[in-house]
C-alpha cells in the first residue's frame, strides 16, 4: 500500500513563507506524477499545482509566481514552496501520486493544514 505523508503546515501571518513537503513510500516515485490539491472550509477541492514524473510543472493561476513545485527523486520526495501567502490560501493541502502505465493508479496523502492570517 502506497503511503504519502504530508508535512510543513501551519499558521503564517500573510506575506509569509511556508514549505510543505510530500513523502512517498513508492517504488516507482521516479515515474509517478504528483499534484497538490488544497480544500477550504465550503470548497471543493482543487489543483493547486502538479510536476510530472519529467519535471513539468503547471500551477493554478491563483498561486503563479508565489508557489514553486520541485522533487527530489532520491529522497521520494515533492515540495511545494509557498511564498506571498495571502489568507486565501487558507486550506487543507492534500498531495497526489499519480503511477502506473497510463497514470492510472493513485493515492492520497492525509493533508496538512496551512492557516494564513490577515
Sequence with gaps: QVQLVES???????????R???AASLTTFSNSDIGWYRQAPG???????????GG???YAESVKGRFT??????KNTVYLQMSNLKPEDTAVYY??????RYYERNSWGQGTQVTVSS
Excluded at 470548497?43 to 514524473?53: N, P, T
Excluded at 513545485?69 to 532520491?74: G, Q
Aim: charged share 15%.
Design 69 to 74: 513545485l520541485s522533487r527530489d527523486n532520491a
Design 56 to 58: 513539468t510543472t503547471n
Design 8 to 18: 510543513g503546515g501551519g499558521l503564517v501571518q500573510a506575506g509569509g513563507s511556508l
Design 43 to 53: 470548497k471543493q477541492r482543487e489543483l493547486v499545482a502538479q510536476i510530472s514524473s
Design 95 to 100: 498531495c497526489n501520486a499519480r503511477w502506473g
Design 20 to 22: 510543505l513537503s510530500c
